[in-house]
């Protein structure tokens, strides 16, 4: 039977019996099959309003005064992201798509960030132009962060490996949060553009808690199907970097974005990358490592993975 994207319940994971905790766990393993996987949250709903109501009014500005926000030799981990500039590994076409950044700031004389400024960057939000929105998005960044922290737990669970495995290296780890605008194809600057071309991310999971369209669509068995979860879940998919810890267990989630028929449609979506810590050493598990799965890959810094990313997707 081919693997399909399964809805799970976080919160019953969290809050109920053995039984209801295994079935969640065993869920999970079976859908990130897929690369991906939907869950419920408690995310609020009215923070989400508010925050998808401020990015909305920020994209709405003429290109002068988002190019205000463009954070000089940030490769994209902080401010603004025009049109065009980001490519997918592989692709000949940059993507159809625009982006704000933001992550929670550590402090200046944080070793972390001594060591590697690039991802940890100033942050640069757009407060001068939509009052309050530095606010907003840092209390929407934790409270994303939170939620990917506990379905790490889940995960961890399942590739046989302690409840606690990722909790310290997540901690203080550069993970980014990410604003998209699509804009309409009918103003793209010619053929052979998508909003998003086919990739998979280099991070542990991603998180998407909602977009104002479709579009998202999920490589499954080798077919491209539709990403559509139930009202209010979050959509989770898995990165690079979980791919080489689970040995290969657990697949990098191969997805990209298309634009609807109707050129005059435009999507806005927020995603959160989970990273590790950059001086994490990512090498497969003991766990995920088996005789019939012997260790495909060395061990390597994630903070080496996730520059040559940046690089190939034209970031760096």
């Known amino acids: 039977m081919d693997p399909a994207i399964l809805d799970v319940d976080l919160l019953a994971f969290e809050r109920g019996d053995d039984r209801s905790r295994q079935a969640v766990i065993d869920g999970v393993r079976r859908s990130l099959a897929t690369g991906f996987v939907y869950t419920s949250s408690d995310l609020s709903a009215d923070l989400l309003d508010t925050a998808y109501g401020m990015l909305a009014r920020f994209f709405a500005l003429d290109g002068a005064s988002k190019g205000r926000f463009t954070a000089a030799g940030a490769s994209g981990q902080t401010g603004y992201t025009g049109l065009l500039v980001e490519t997918a590994a592989g692709s000949e076409r940059a993507d159809w798509k625009e982006m704000l950044n933001w992550s929670a700031p550590i402090p200046a004389a944080h070793p972390l960030r001594r060591r590697y400024p690039l991802l ?33 737990r889940v995960i961890a669970l ?22 998209i605008r699509y804009p309409p194809m009918a103003a793209a600057p010619g053929p052979g553009h998508l909003w998003a071309a086919a990739h998979g991310d280099i991070n542990l999971i991603t998180a998407l808690p909602r977009a104002s369209g479709a579009g998202l ?23 690079l970097m979980l791919e080489r810890l689970s040995n290969g267990l657990i697949p990098a989630g191969l997805h990209r974005v298309v634009a609807p028929p109707d050129p005059n449609q435009e999507r806005l979506s927020v995603v959160q990358f989970c990273h590790a810590r950059p001086s994490t050493l990512l090498a497969p598990l003991a766990s995920c490592c088996t005789p019939d799965n012997p260790q495909r890959q060395a061990g390597v810094l994630a903070a080496d993975a996730l520059e040559e990313v940046l690089y190939r997707i034209n970031l760096l």
């Open 120 to 152: 940890y960057p100033e942050p640069l939000l757009p407060e001068a132009v939509v009052p309050g929105i530095t606010e907003v998005l840092l209390r929407f960044h934790g409270a994303l962060a939170d939620l990917q922290r506990r379905v790490l």
């Open 217 to 239: 669509e999920v490589e499954v068995a080798g077919s491209w199907v539709p990403a559509l979860p139930p009202e209010g879940q979050v959509i989770i998919n898995s990165g």
């Open 158 to 179: 399942g590739l046989g490996a302690a409840e606690c495995l990722f909790e310290e290296m997540v901690s203080e780890a550069p993970t980014l949060s990410r604003a």
